[in-house]
């Protein structure tokens, strides 16, 4: 997907009606949203284009791509399985979740399935902490989980890939 | 979402009315006396009026620091020829918290008239909401709410007709907790890394691209509606004299009702912990709070008894309502596994900018994770308290030190665990977190 | 500046202030770090650099500031400003368990390496470690590990270990050079500094300023890794002839208790280092990266051997037949040299003045990629003396096309090339040359007389940069016996002048 910077472009010119006049650098998050949200993951060429629309040192691209933990250069799995292991998560049921689901789809966290479905994380505190043990898997929300409908998402999932 | 049953006693300026699937729209929100203080303060009242009746309230940051608010506001000079920012906070990461995503969600054009309201008071033209990366519903209920809101001239050139204009810019963030300290989430709202700034100068004098900004929690300015609607005199009849209006506190670990509760400042802590959040799962006892995010010190059962929900009641106990992120452990459970999923907590989040939190913060994690996987030595104690106190008011932002008093706290609280586990290289209590485990039977056989 | 300006200049506001009760003043708006160096107390840092911006990172600054209620507060000094009346501490207990807990922190994860580090013996955390720790790790458990040669760029080797992420090399790129081509990337402890991945660093030409920055080894020229231990080393002070800037520059080479007979001697004249040395009127604290190249331009082959005709001669004997050919010349030419020293020019002057005309020649041209002007230091001339060499004499006239130029009338029949960088297709037929040079070259022995020529580092002297600055250069290195100091011998060249001859 060559010249994905230059189609969204567009998009990224309303964005910056509602901006004040100079603060062209700002766009460099939300543009890089975008462009995970299309490619799936960033990359070399998206950061070269986007410094270069942006105006911005090529470094300031590069140092929030590695800095920011919901960018990634390289491809994850079609289903993003995070999971919340911080205090609240942890006091109810979280260790075990993470291990539930290192069982169902047989790797650890931090890897991806070999088939390229599913990729399974650790994250730390996702602000939903009264309806824990939860995970996000892509953008949404999955709370109050427990073995079974783990499994029945992880089906789901699956089957809709 | 959980959101519990207005049963609670005191008055509630949030949680009072049943929510639906359209309790957040705009259409609902008139019905709840929405944009009326928006209206009232642009079509009666002055800049400086605003800023003045919110500094009578004696209304409180509620994002962890409770600064006045409207002391913070008054600092920004109406009239220098410098454009004035207000930033909304939304970055809600502090663990436990998770208030501002229900305000969001369930409320979200109060916040949003709030800060509307902030930035006629600072008479700023752009107006920016940092939420964070990672929420969805919180984030899309947002979005809605400003585009009603520019529909309904409530936003854009001339609001309401009058000469004040505003734009506002809801801006997502990309995962870092850091990013919820005000100058990393300017840096980040540049662009940058989310790398906080040294103080001088303040975010008041030299903010966003330098110039004077105002920062403030979700709850901070979902309650300026309603002191303008109130009027000031009104509004601190809630509450007590020092801690004036009400706190949304999200509760939850061990906790048999968890979710997000409405108190008015000084409720008693026992009555909120022991009835109306239903006690400890399975009728445990309670072993300790943690008050307002991880980033405040543990009070333990005892220490909690007496203690109103309010700043000063809860400095006095030892401790800060900080964010209102309360989280609530039960008898049964390792405080030195505790720590550790805490440390590992703060690592992970520290920027790496300052001396004392990028070597400390993975230092802390490094010598609790030997503890809990058998090999701690005696001096380890002494030194996680000396990294503490390495890390108290010496780093750039608060994490090293928080890092530093979530640690302490729990080992002067509970020594001996920490000893225990050193000395038997196992834990007291099995290494156990949890009273109801859903997913109990996946840990069978894996060693704690 | 006129009389009518000194008015208009303001008086700045002091400040009384006192650092571990010795009264001073601070200009107003100065932090208590510049207000202390400005006094002469040195302050420890690390990431602060009096003209880079503040970070605040490294922590080792705090001082404690005495208050009335008794309770102290303290921060760090490269941020504080100076308030009148403040009392600062610098060694309190409180200050030294500070930077005790800071110097801890700092080392838990480096590899304290200093054996086979290059910065030992010149390295803040060495130094700082002795003055303020002086303990050994509290730490029990294994060190971090990170890359240990990144290659930051073709000239600069990056440690991450041994890094402390002060940002000093950041901060220069983004604030001094322009060039922007390093950041920070990712969190925490993981944190590392990276060039900007186009890999703009290399085009940085200011890039190796970035080593004297490092207060720790974690930035090291590549060239010069393991190259010799700094405490064999001293240092002359010099000009850098690589443009008309001179900027004011450190060679270092061996101390001569270190000069060893033992050695392959070449070790005990080369350059081992150049650095720059702060001149706030030429360079400020900085150079370009020609000026580090130096040992390159003056180890080129020398020519150390007088000639006639090719054939090797005695240099007493050259000179002789030199002064011979001066002296029967009927319309001799000097092309001068633009890296003469202004001694050299003033002595080549004397001995030749209007006798001989001269014209002033650009010994070195740009080459090829090689950056003309730029908004910091580098000048288009690439000579350090011809502002003094076009003081005497005009220039050369610019050749017009390829083909032989008139710059010389065809009638010469005699030419004294000073220096390098002349073409000996210029020569007009017929004509007898004679050559002065420091380096080898195929036209030296085409010469009628050839005659060896001392180089900078081999004499003292001065250059006049374009802004008519004038710096001086000290000798570090012996000039061997079968070459001649070009000023000793203009006098004896033109001995054989008479006044009959016409400019």
């Known amino acids: 997907m060559t010249g994905l910077v230059q189609r969204l472009i567009p998009e990224f010119e309303v964005w910056k009606r509602r901006y004040p006049a100079g603060f062209e650098g700002s766009l460099s998050i939300p543009a890089l949203r975008r462009i995970q949200e299309e490619r799936g993951y960033i990359a070399d060429e998206d950061i070269a284009d986007l410094t270069a629309y942006l105006g911005v040192p090529r470094t300031q691209i590069d140092e929030v791509v590695a800095f920011y933990t919901q960018f990634t250069r390289k491809p994850l799995g079609t289903h993003h399985i995070q999971v919340c292991h911080n205090v609240s998560c942890s006091m109810r049921g979280a260790e075990g979740l993470v291990k539930h689901l290192s069982a169902r789809l047989g790797i650890k966290p931090g890897e991806t399935t070999t088939d390229g479905q599913f990729t399974l994380t650790t994250v730390e505190c996702l602000a939903s902490c009264g309806t824990a043990p939860m995970m996000m898997v892509g953008d949404a929300f999955f709370e109050n989980l427990t073995p079974a409908t783990v499994d029945a998402l992880l089906t789901e999932l699956t089957g809709s890939a | ?436 485990d859903p997913f109990a039977s996946a840990l069978v056989g894996v060693a704690s | 500046m006129s009389e009518t300006a000194v008015a208009s200049v303001t008086v700045k506001k002091m400040l009384d202030f006192a650092i571990d009760g010795v009264a001073m003043q601070a200009e107003d708006g100065q932090t208590v770090i510049q207000a202390a160096r400005a006094n002469g107390v040195n302050i420890p840092h690390f990431c602060w650099h009096p003209q880079l911006s503040v970070p605040g990172n490294c922590r080792i600054c705090m001082v404690e500031i005495e208050q009335e209620s008794g309770d102290p507060w303290f921060d760090i000094a490269c941020n504080m400003p100076v308030t009148a009346g403040m009392h600062v501490l610098t060694n309190t207990e409180m200050i030294k368990t500070l930077r005790q807990d800071t110097m801890q922190f700092i080392t838990l994860n480096h590899p304290v390496d200093c054996g086979i580090c290059n910065k030992s013996g010149e390295c803040m955390l060495q130094d700082y470690h002795y003055e303020l720790n002086g303990a050994a790790s509290r730490s029990r458990d294994p060190k971090t590990h990170a890359t240990k040669f990144f290659p930051l760029s073709d000239r600069i080797m990056l440690d991450n270990e041994r890094c402390i992420m002060c940002t000093l090399c950041v901060r220069f790129t983004n604030e001094v050079s322009g060039s922007k081509a390093l950041g920070a990337v990712n969190r925490g402890d993981h944190a590392l500094i990276r060039p900007a991945e186009d890999a703009d660093f290399n085009l940085d030409v200011y890039s190796d300023n970035v080593i004297d920055l490092c207060p720790v080894g974690a930035l090291l020229s590549t060239e010069l890794l393991d190259h010799a231990r700094v405490w064999y080393l001293e240092s002359t002070r010099s000009v850098c002839p690589g443009c008309e800037r001179g900027c004011s520059i450190d060679v270092w080479h061996r101390k001569h208790e270190w000069r060893l007979s033992a050695l392959d001697p070449q070790m005990n004249t080369r350059i081992d280092r150049v650095t720059p040395h702060e001149n706030p009127e030429v360079n400020g604290l900085w150079v370009c990266n020609k000026a580090r190249d130096l040992a390159h331009l003056f180890e080129r082959p020398r020519a150390e051997q007088a000639m006639q005709r090719g054939v090797a001669a005695d240099l007493a004997v050259a000179m002789t037949t030199a002064a011979q050919l001066i002296g029967t010349a009927r319309k001799p030419v000097a092309i001068v040299s633009s890296w003469g020293s202004n001694e050299e020019l003033s002595a080549f002057h004397a001995a030749f003045g209007a006798k001989v005309p001269g014209f002033v020649k650009a010994d070195h041209l740009p080459i090829a990629g090689e950056i003309i002007e730029d908004h910091l230091l580098i000048k288009p001339d690439k000579n350090p003396n011809r502002k003094a060499a076009l003081a005497l004499y005009p220039a050369l006239p610019e050749r017009v096309s390829d083909a032989r130029s008139d710059a010389l009338p065809a009638d010469t029949d005699l030419v004294l090339v000073w220096g390098e960088g002349f073409d000996s297709a210029l020569i007009p037929a017929g004509a007898k040359v004679i050559r002065l040079n420091s380096y080898a070259h195929a036209d030296n022995a085409g010469a009628d007389v050839f005659i060896p020529i001392s180089v900078q580092t081999e004499r003292s002297g001065h250059y006049t940069n374009f802004a008519g600055v004038v710096t001086a250069f000290t000798a570090c290195f012996p000039v061997k016996p079968s070459i001649a100091h070009a000023e000793a011998v203009f006098a004896a060249l033109a001995a054989g002048l008479t006044a009959e001859l016409s400019a």
Request: glycine share 12%; charged share 20%; proline share 4%.
């Open chain 2, 1 to 436: 979402m959980s959101t519990v049953a207005t049963e609670l006693s005191g008055t509630k300026f949030f949680m009072n009315f049943p929510v639906t699937d359209t309790s957040h729209t705009l259409a609902e929100y008139r019905t709840r006396f929405g944009y009326q203080a928006l209206e009232k303060a642009l079509r009666e009242m002055s800049p400086t009026d605003v800023t003045k009746e919110v500094a009578a309230a004696g209304l409180l940051g509620h994002g962890g620091a409770a600064f006045p608010a409207g002391r913070k506001w008054g600092v920004v000079k109406l009239g220098d020829g410098e454009p004035h920012y207000v930033c909304m906070n939304a970055d809600e990461g502090e663990p436990g918290t998770f208030k501002d995503r229900w305000l969001m969600e369930c409320v979200p054009h109060m916040a949003l008239e709030g800060l509307i309201i902030g930035s006629y008071a600072l008479q700023g033209r752009h107006a920016f909401i940092y939420i964070r990366g990672e929420f969805d519903l919180a984030y899309r209920r947002m979005a809605e709410a400003i585009e009603e809101a520019y529909a309904a001239g409530l936003l854009g050139e001339n609001i309401l007709g009058t000469e004040y204009s505003l734009d506002v810019v809801l801006y997502r963030g990309a995962g870092s907790y850091v990013c919820g300290e005000a100058s990393a989430m300017l840096a980040s709202l540049e662009g940058k890394k989310g790398w906080p700034r040294n103080r001088p100068p303040r975010l008041t004098v030299k903010g966003l691209y330098q110039k004077p900004t105002v920062v403030n929690n979700v709850e901070t300015l979902a309650n300026v509606p309603v002191i303008l609607r109130l009027g000031a005199v009104e509004f601190k009849k809630v509450g007590t004299p020092k801690s004036p209006g009400t706190q949304m506190i999200s509760i939850s670990g061990h906790i048999a009702k968890p979710g997000v509760y409405e108190v008015e400042y000084g409720y008693s802590w026992t009555k909120f912990i022991y009835e109306d959040c239903g006690g400890m799962q399975n009728g445990k006892a309670l072993k300790c709070i943690i008050p307002g995010g991880v980033s405040t010190k543990i009070l333990n059962a005892s220490e909690i008894e007496g203690v109103t929900l309010d700043h000063n009641s809860a400095v006095a106990a030892g401790s800060q309502l900080g964010s209102g992120g309360m989280m609530a452990v039960a008898e049964g459970t390792c405080m030195v596994r505790l720590a550790q999923v805490i440390q590992r907590f703060y690592h992970h989040e520290s920027c790496g900018q300052c001396t004392p939190c990028r070597e400390g913060m993975g230092w802390m994690e490094r010598i609790l994770n030997r503890i809990v996987a058998g090999g701690g030595r005696p001096e380890d104690i002494d030194r996680l308290y000396q990294i503490s106190q390495a890390n108290d008011g010496t780093t750039i932002c608060s994490l090293g030190d928080s890092a530093g008093y979530a640690c302490s706290a729990i080992m002067d609280h509970y020594r001996e665990e920490f000893e225990y586990y050193i000395t038997h290289k196992r834990s007291m209590y099995d290494g156990n977190l949890t009273v109801e």
